[in-house]
């Protein structure tokens, strides 16, 4: 069974900083999908980035880039220019290539932008 | 597009009550997931749908859960009779059939047993 860790519960970030949020998982596929998901206090679960494990370019959204090291197993999230709104709580989640499979979640990390 | 949509926002009820959670789907999309989100657990997978036939329901986590997607359009979670413990925020989530499907996810329903 794939499992995804998170090993930083919290982390904080000066705004207009970087920061990144480090994810490891495990699995015994060779192909699979990658996700980043946003958790503000609304509770909506947004989609930040996808990353697919074939493609050895990192993914790029905007502000937000992923570091994947498919060797290391490792999916970390870059944020760029940190903003105020950027404060959520981000989930890293593996996805197998089966069709309509689920998504195995992390615990989640806690990022705070300070003002 | 609308999103996913979920109804009710929010649910507070007593223990031993029915509760019907509902979802609507992404029109064109043909999977469809329920997830549950408490602080013990994290976010964990309850049951999902392709093309309106329950596909994989080992996360239901007893005989009180059942779901159900008479249509392409619509699915209920029913817990009944409720308890304390269900206490959580359930999520669905829809995605087009097929490897690259990305799930996406409506507001949840933030379910509080008394």
């Known amino acids: 069974a794939q499992t995804v860790t998170q090993s930083q519960p919290e982390m904080s970030v000066q705004e207009a900083e970087t920061v990144t949020l480090s994810c490891t998982y495990d699995?015994?596929?060779?192909?699979?999908?990658l996700f980043w998901y946003k958790q503000p206090p609304s509770r909506q679960m947004i989609l930040v980035i996808r990353?697919?494990?074939?493609?050895?370019q990192n993914a790029t959204e905007n502000r937000f880039s992923v570091n994947f090291q498919k060797a290391a197993k490792s999916f970390s999230l870059k944020i760029s220019d940190s903003q105020l709104g950027d404060a959520a709580m981000y989930f890293c989640?593996?996805?197998?290539?089966?069709?309509?499979?689920?998504?195995?979640f992390g615990k989640g990390i806690t990022l705070s932008v300070r003002p | 597009d609308a999103g996913v949509i979920q109804s009710p926002r929010h649910e507070v009820t007593e223990m031993g009550q029915e509760v019907t959670l509902r979802c609507k789907p992404i029109s064109g999309h043909n999977s469809l997931f329920w997830y549950r989100q408490t602080m013990m657990r994290g976010l964990e997978l309850l049951i999902y749908f392709n093309n309106n036939v329950p596909i994989d329901d080992s996360g239901m986590p007893e005989d009180r859960f059942s779901a159900k997607m008479p249509n392409a359009s619509f699915s209920t979670l029913k817990i009944q009779p409720s308890e304390p413990r269900d206490s959580a925020v359930y999520f669905c989530?829809?995605?087009?059939?097929?490897?690259?499907?990305?799930?996406?996810f409506g507001p949840g329903t933030r379910l509080l047993v008394l």
């Open positions: 699995t015994s596929e060779s192909d699979y999908y």
């Open positions: 990353q697919e494990a074939y493609k050895q």
């Open positions: 989640a593996y996805r197998s290539p089966r069709a309509n499979s689920k998504l195995t």
């Open positions: 989530a829809s995605s087009l059939a097929g490897r690259g499907g990305t799930q996406y």
